[in-house]
């Protein structure tokens, strides 16, 4: 099955969220200013999802692990 581009980007979104609220909270618990903390999360979820979204579309290009559905034959 192929993948559209617009899906890797909705994924990549979706993903980089939850990722960015968990490096703030880590980075919160480290540095104890919310201030510095949501600036490291802002950093991180740019360059995170630039590189995730080539990540993905990197990985639909490759054959490892997909299974090419056999053509249906009705009778």
Do not use: Q
Not at 27 to 32: D, K, V
Request: aromatic share 14%.
């Amino acid at each position: 099955m192929h993948e559209k581009p617009y899906r890797s980007v909705v994924k990549t979104v979706s993903w980089r969220a939850l990722g960015t609220l968990d490096t703030i909270v880590i980075s919160y618990f480290i540095t104890g200013n919310l201030t510095m903390a949501a600036s490291i999360g802002t950093i991180e979820l740019v360059t995170k999802m630039v590189l995730y979204y080539f990540h993905e579309r990197a990985w639909n290009k490759i054959e490892f692990g997909k299974i090419k559905k056999e053509p249906e034959y009705h009778i």
